[in-house]
Structures are given as structure tokens and as C-alpha cells.
């Protein structure tokens, strides 16, 4: 009787614990039992089409705003065939540009027009137009063209301020790589105060470095900050293999600020001038020289009024130096890059102070800058 029994208190015991370990379930399953099946309700309730994130939202707004703005460009040469003669054109180089403003005008980089005979300008609605030249800037690898016969309703893209990015800030590049119209490509600022190489030679200072992918045919597009406004000009590439490897280079919208009306009025950058000719990098290398010697001055311009004397010839083959310039507004001057990069600190009717060396006595002259003639 005893193994009975004791089995039934077991029973009971068990059957007990089993309801009170539910009972304390109760509010667990309460609170979990209706997200469970209301799960796949809310997933189903989400419409992807009218979903984004804050980012994807922003860089769809950018696109949609900018992207009528951005226009492609080709250019071809004329070349005569060597036995009959017969003019032909051949494709010369293709890149992007925008909208400077709507009578017509469009900014690109000066490579995309080098030595081109024609041009002619798509806009994103496929709408080719023929363009002329306006202004060509080697040194800033800029170019204004305008359209010939304008269509009306062209959309300019607003300026931004390329002094406030800062390394981080998420940039858009919006262009025509490798002819395929109207691509958007997103990154960051990498770095600011790049220098590059211009296709004058001249270096080009302030550049904007950025990983957002810049490829051949992206040349002369906008780079645009997260409002749209336009911060830089897609202007080259660092790849060993020619396509993007995540570092491209952005010409400064303050240096296209500077430069593009000067196009626009003068057909070139108008800079102020001493009227004097240097000697090459080259040659002042190979003869030690600590500064940029005056081979001549002209007559008539400030250099020769102020009495700055250039280079003679004594005897056949001895050349005796003049002034050599070693410093400009307190500048020091090593090479024609620092020359050039001083002078362009000013404007026509400044007044600089230039500090030579002639005869191994330092000479100061106070001269004021006259434009080019």
C-alpha cells in the first residue's frame, strides 16, 4: 500500500509544479504572443517604394534637384586623310560639365575641349546642342562654352562654399563616366588643400580630394555638398589603372568663383603684371641661383618705370646677372611657381613691394601692377 500511495503524492507534486511554473508564463506569453503574430503584419504593412532612410532620402534629392543641371560633352578634331585629302572628324575627348546659368553658359574642364574643332553639348534630356568656346583657363583647368540657339528653362546649379567642408562631410559627384549619362556616385571629403598638376604645368592649390568614385568622363562635373550647392569640379584621378581607385580631385568652387567670370568677361584669367621675362626653373637649378633672375624688362610696364634692370651679355659668352626677385609682399621666392602664386594674391592698380638682389645688395621697389597688354 505504501508504493501506491507514495507514487500518487509524486503524481500530484509534479502536476502542481507544472501549473505553477505556467501560471508564471502567463504575462510573459501576454506580452509576447501578440508582437509574435503581429510580426508579419507590420513587415507586410511597410512599402519599400515610400521607404528610406534620412541619407537615402537626402541623396535622392540631391540627384533628382542637380542631375537636370549636369550636362555631357564631346568634342571632336578636324583631320585631313593623308592620300585623298578629305576632312574628317575625329573624336577627341568627351567629358561632363553643368549649367553656370540659364542664357546658355557651361563650365567644364579645359582637357575635356583641348584642340577640339567642335563641340557639342547633350543635356540630360538627350537634347544635343553645337557650343563655342567662351573662355579657356590651362592653368585652372577650367573652360566656358556656350550654347548656340539655347534652349529656354536651363537650370543653374546654386554655389556653394568650398571654406566650409571639412574632412568627413559627405559629398555627390554627379558626371558622364565612361559615356554613360548622368551617374551618381557618393562619398566623403578625404582631404582638403591637395595640390595637382594643371595641363599648363601650373599647380593647382586648394583641390578637394574625395573618395566618392571620379572615372574618366566624370571630368568638368559637379561635386556637390549634402544641400545640392555646387563645392568643386571633378577635375582628375589617382589610379594606377586608370579607372577609380577611390582618390579623386575637385578644383575648388572658390577658385571657380575667382576664374569663370573673368572667362566670361575676358576669354581668359586677367592677371596683373611687372612686365619683365623670367628665367626657367631649369636654368635657375642648374645655376644654383636662390630666387627668379630677370633675363629682360619691358618697356613701359612697372618693373623697367621702377628700375628694375634684367640680364647682359658682357663679352661673348659671360652673362652678367641683374635684379634677381627673392621675395614679394615678405613671400619668399625659390622658383616661377612662387612668383606666379604671389602675383595672383593681387589685382590690376595693387601695389606690391618686390625685394631683388643685384650685385649682392638687396633692393627694394614699391610697384604697382598693370594688366596685360
Known amino acids: 500500500m505504501k508504493r501506491p500511495l507514495l507514487a500518487s503524492f509524486f503524481k500530484r507534486l ?5 501549473a505553477g511554473f505556467a501560471l508564471l508564463l502567463t504575462p510573459v506569453f501576454a506580452l509576447v504572443m501578440p508582437a509574435l503574430t503581429m510580426a508579419p503584419t507590420a513587415a507586410a504593412a511597410v512599402d519599400y517604394l515610400s521607404f528610406s532612410t534620412n541619407d537615402e532620402a537626402n541623396t535622392t534629392e540631391v540627384f533628382s534637384n542637380a542631375s537636370p543641371s549636369v550636362v555631357y560633352v564631346t568634342s571632336t578634331a578636324l583631320r585631313r586623310q593623308m592620300f585623298s585629302l578629305n576632312v574628317m572628324e575625329i573624336p577627341q575627348g568627351a567629358g561632363s560639365g553643368f549649367v553656370w546659368d540659364n542664357s546658355g553658359l557651361i563650365v567644364t574642364n579645359y582637357h575635356v575641349v583641348a584642340r577640339a574643332n567642335k563641340l557639342t553639348v547633350t543635356l540630360s534630356d538627350q537634347r544635343e546642342f553645337d557650343a563655342t568656346v567662351v573662355g579657356l583657363a590651362p592653368e585652372r583647368d577650367l573652360a566656358v562654352l556656350r550654347l548656340i540657339d539655347p534652349p529656354e528653362g536651363l537650370i543653374e546649379l546654386p554655389l556653394g562654399d568650398s571654406s566650409e567642408l571639412s574632412v568627413g562631410r559627405k559629398v555627390l559627384a554627379i558626371g558622364n563616366p565612361f559615356g554613360l549619362d ?7 571629403v578625404s582631404a582638403l588643400g591637395r595640390e595637382i598638376q594643371s595641363p599648363s604645368g601650373r599647380k593647382i592649390r586648394g583641390v578637394i580630394q574625395t573618395d566618392a568614385a571620379i572615372n574618366p568622363g566624370n571630368s568638368g562635373g559637379p561635386l556637390l555638398n549634402s544641400l545640392g550647392q555646387l563645392v568643386g569640379v571633378n577635375t582628375a584621378i589617382y589610379s594606377p589603372s586608370g579607372a577609380s581607385a577611390g582618390i579623386g580631385f575637385a578644383i575648388p568652387v572658390s577658385t571657380v568663383k575667382e576664374v569663370v567670370p573673368q572667362l566670361i568677361a575676358y576669354g581668359k584669367i586677367l592677371r596683373p603684371v611687372l612686365g619683365i621675362e623670367r628665367a626657367s626653373d631649369q636654368w635657375i637649378k642648374r645655376n644654383r641661383i636662390d630666387g627668379v633672375p630677370i633675363v629682360r624688362t ?3 610696364f612697372p618693373a623697367d618705370d621702377a628700375g628694375m634692370i634684367g640680364a647682359r651679355r658682357v663679352g ?15 613671400q619668399d621666392i625659390k622658383t616661377n611657381e612662387d612668383f606666379l602664386s604671389a602675383m595672383e594674391k593681387h589685382r590690376v592698380g595693387d601695389i606690391v613691394t618686390i625685394e631683388t638682389l643685384r650685385d649682392n645688395k638687396t633692393l627694394r621697389f614699391n610697384v604697382e601692377l598693370t594688366e596685360t597688354q
Open 182 to 188: 548622368t551617374t551618381l556616385t557618393v562619398g566623403v
Open 14 to 18: 509534479i502536476s502542481n509544479l507544472i
Open 316 to 330: 661673348r659668352n659671360d652673362i652678367v646677372l641683374g635684379d634677381i626677385i627673392t621675395s614679394v609682399d615678405g
Open 298 to 300: 619691358y618697356r613701359g
